[in-house]
């Protein structure tokens, strides 16, 4: 017990491990089970919370669990970046489970404690890879979270849910194992290790504190460390770029809050959070900028944004729109850490990372959490509640069920980015590192984007609370969704307005991550 306490990283990582196994145990009982997701959510949570001083402060724990070979090992560490997602993962998983319940009840849906020990496992790697502090310990509990979460795709059970998730599995453990694995190789031997850089988002994994290659092979063969950054973007395919994206639609075939923890909990977050750990953490800012890096990822990003908004637009089912939308969003987050290279020359030719731009980009992975979680938990309510997917059948529902749509609403503006909500924060630093960097395009595509977003939110709640409701549905028989279903999702859109309005809880822990105290 005494070597438990002197490891204080290990206790989040633990009561996440071991609450999926208590659930199983309790299988039978299903009020204890989904009790255990509530205590292991909120003492996860609290372990992890206990480090904000120190995060605040710019203390970096670290803490080596063993070693493996030579300048590689399973370490963590929690710094201003890694805190973010390590505290949204458990504090979402609480409001899931009340969500769960609602959901899987209701619909009396099978195999509910393979289910919940599925979903705890996925919350577990999404923390680890939250506190990994160097490439290997990221990669091994990314892995993790593909691994366990194949079974919640493929919930159903029927032809149309294998299809999904073995697209899913193809998609990202095939591209990790093509490309993730070989960018790791390659930075063992150009950089001697694995560890990240932190605190020293300039300098990156590569360089030595002179500013030159750690190795000769790097020095004679600077190309190969734009190879390796390649593997790496494409290695990490839960961020859905385009063209590694097309899994995240497919994978709606799972039940809604199976599409909650892929968009907004463990899944894509764990993909943007990882391609931001390997941008700010791996490469740095300065080999960011001198190896044109930035520009291309961002123009990546951008034509990811453009082209998967058009997408959703045509969508007439509410969780494929949902999901382009997500495919969208995630890119925000990708454009913004990437422009951390781009920033315009200052004095001379001294380089100045865009820390605008990198701001923006790291507040959208917890803005965006809050505000997609909350409109699956809205598919899912009005499916519970309607068995309805169809837009165009929406009409008038709003007037049954206000609530949910009246948080949909709420958090469709995130999504948009309008004031006073927490995405239009995030937009207007991404916005103004676009213009810093003197990148015309990358801004008319964010406000492109925007417009967009209105285009294919705006007509839900329209249609909702405005038209006349279809003559071939009667109301009268619908009503809101239980009320475990409609708490969290009212809960999660006011969260998302309290962030708009104190952007600062987060934003903290980002400049600390940025050295901006």
């Known amino acids: 017990m005494t070597g438990f306490i002197n490891y204080p990283l290990l206790w989040p ?92 009840r209701k619909l009396n849906e099978h195999a509910q404690t393979r289910y919940y020990f599925c979903f705890g496992i996925a919350i577990f790697g999404a923390v680890g890879v939250a506190m990994s502090a160097n490439v290997f310990t990221l990669y091994f509990f990314y892995e993790i979270i593909s691994i366990f979460t194949y079974p ?19 998609y990202l453990m095939g591209t990790s194992k093509l ?6 190789a390659l930075t063992y031997i150009l950089s001697g290790n694995l ?24 020095t004679a063969h600077p190309w190969l460390i734009q190879l390796t950054y390649g593997l790496y973007i494409a290695g990490l395919a839960k961020a859905a770029l385009m063209p590694f994206h097309n899994w995240l639609p497919s994978a709606m075939v799972a039940p809604t ?21 390997i941008i700010l953490s791996g490469f740095g800012a300065q080999i960011m900028h001198d190896f044109g890096l930035s520009l291309t990822t961002a123009y990546l990003a951008a034509f990811t944004i453009v082209v998967a908004s058009f997408i959703a637009l045509t969508k007439d089912d509410l969780k494929a729109r949902l999901a382009y939308s997500t495919v969208s969003q995630l890119s925000y987050v990708i454009i913004g850490v990437a422009l951390v290279g781009a920033s315009t020359l200052s004095e001379g030719t001294t380089f100045t990372a865009n820390l605008i731009a990198a701001q923006g980009g790291l507040l959208h992975i ?37 609530w949910t749509f009246g948080a949909f609403g709420l958090a469709s503006l995130t999504m948009i980015g309008i ?99």
């Open 152 to 170: 919640l795709v493929a919930h159903h059970e029927d032809e149309e849910s294998f299809a999904g998730a073995k697209k899913y599995m193809i």
């Open 13 to 104: 990582l633990v009561i996440t491990f071991v609450a999926p196994f208590a659930i199983m145990l309790m299988g039978r009982n299903k009020n204890i089970r989904e009790g255990i997701s509530f205590v292991a959510a909120t003492l996860a949570f609290l372990a992890v919370a206990r480090f904000i001083p120190d995060v605040l402060n710019g203390i970096i724990n670290k803490q080596v669990l063993f070693n493996i070979l030579p300048g590689l090992s399973l370490s963590l560490c929690l710094d201003g970046l890694g805190i973010i997602f390590a505290l949204i993962a458990p504090f979402l998983w609480c409001f899931a489970t009340s969500y769960n319940i609602g959901y899987m």
């Open 419 to 517: 004031p006073p909500v927490a995405g239009f924060v995030s937009k207007w630093y991404l916005l103004n590192g676009a213009v810093n960097a003197g990148q015309i395009l990358l801004m008319a595509a964010l406000l492109a984007s925007t417009i967009l977003n209105a285009g294919y939110f705006a007509p839900i709640f329209i249609r909702a609370f405005f038209y006349k409701p279809d003559p071939d549905i009667d109301l009268d028989h619908y009503h809101e969704a239980p009320l475990t279903m409609v708490v969290p999702l009212v809960f999660t859109s006011l969260v998302s307005l309290t962030l708009g309005l104190y952007p600062q809880i987060f934003q903290k822990f980002i400049q600390a991550f940025l050295g901006l105290r």
């Open 179 to 184: 490309f993730l694995l070989p960018a790791m």
């Open 366 to 402: 917890g803005h965006h959490a809050f505000g997609k979680i909350t409109l699956f938990f809205g598919a899912g309510a009005i499916y519970v509640a309607t068995h309805l997917r169809s837009i165009k059948k929406m009409n008038g529902l709003g007037r049954k069920m206000p």
């Open 257 to 277: 809050p199976v599409s909650a923890l892929l968009h907004a909990v463990a899944v894509v977050k764990a993909g943007v959070f990882s391609v931001s750990r």
């Open 195 to 218: 560890d990240f850089s932190l605190g020293e988002i300039n300098r990156g994994m590569f360089l030595s504190h002179d500013g030159t290659f750690k190795t000769t092979l790097a």
